[in-house]
């Protein structure tokens, strides 16, 4: 499996993109999922990565949003056929190694608490539980994490 750093604007990632939306509006209701759409995940700000399988065909996805301040993990997705494999995990350390070689200075992101499995990999990957950050409303449906830049 190989991770590479792509455009969002192909249709095997907007069928991930509508896999990961199905699934965030199966958990929450729509005034809690904060997901960016297509047009936001190709601004100059982001980095945008896709996971392959030997292939070529795409089995996950994930993005960071660079600001001044932070870049906010945005998107991440693994299908779930493809998990149990560390993929989440390269994916994440990729996305991460990219923004801090642009001197991104700390990640944050914002999840859900009905989703353990993200929580438990964040967790294990050395992010820890803050307050609301940017715009974000102190919402009851989001998990909010950060982590220091390497």
């Known amino acids: 499996m190989k991770i590479v750093f792509e455009t969002p604007d192909q249709p095997e990632v907007h069928a991930l993109i509508a896999e990961l939306d199905a699934y965030q509006y199966g958990l929450y209701p729509p005034e809690s999922v904060y997901a960016l759409d297509l047009s936001a995940l190709r601004q100059d700000n982001v980095l945008f990565a896709v996971a392959r399988d030997g292939d070529g065909a795409a089995l996950g996805c994930g993005a960071i949003v660079l600001t001044p301040e932070f870049g906010e993990l945005k998107r991440m997705y693994v299908r779930p056929a493809a998990r149990g494999q560390g993929l989440a995990s390269r994916l994440l350390q990729a996305l991460e190694g990219a923004a801090a ?6 990640f944050v992101l914002e999840t859900g608490p ?15 539980r803050c307050g609301p950050f940017g715009d974000y409303p102190d919402d009851p449906h ?3 994490m950060h982590k220091a830049a390497a």
């Open 114 to 128: 009905l989703q353990p499995e993200a929580l438990a990999l964040y967790e294990r990957l050395g992010y820890a």
């Open 101 to 106: 070689a642009r001197g991104c200075p700390r």
């Open 142 to 144: 989001s998990v909010f």
